[in-house]
């Protein structure tokens, strides 16, 4: 199964164009080069076979990326995915302690909150910064909610133990 190189729609077997955005899905033919023939001259001949001369192979010439045309006034966009080049990242990964900074930073109470927000959400990190912040910053939701029901409970607890203190102590059972 084949899929279209501009907008990833799956191709029909043997179409020229994607159905979905209507781009070219013909890959282009190099032209193929005749070898020269060359009659032989009068004259004195050379000693040995007269070989002709291999084709050279020919060079692909680069296409411009195909841009998909401009909808008409009335037609119905073309439905499926839309597919960006990734953002490319540098081949270095993060060590360790690059990891452990961050965590160390994202533990410290406001400040580790604000380093959170502004790397989850402001332009100009790498995606291996936003993706850690993003985690650190569901991890601490997590937890917040954990600690809040932790507490209502203990607080409910709390209050029926101190209910049957006072009744156990004035007897109004």
Known sequence: MEFC????????????????CGASCVPPVPPVQQPEVTMPQA???????????????????????????PPQPGAQAPQGPRYCAEPQESGEVPSVWWYFGMLLLF????????????FSF???????????????????????AVIAIGIFLFTLLLGSIQQAMFYSYYGLY
């Open 122 to 144: 402001l332009p100009g990190c790498t995606p291996r910064q936003r993706n850690l912040a993003r985690a650190s910053l569901l991890l601490a939701l997590l937890l917040a």
């Open 43 to 69: 004259g004195p001949q050379p000693a040995g076979p007269v070989y002709a001369q291999a084709p050279q192979p020919a060079r692909p010439t680069p296409q411009p990326p195909v841009q998909p045309a």
């Open 5 to 20: 190189n501009n907008c990833g729609a799956r191709l029909i077997p043997g179409a020229d164009h994607c159905p979905a």
């Open 107 to 118: 533990a410290v109470p406001v400040v580790g909150l604000v380093a959170m927000l502004c």
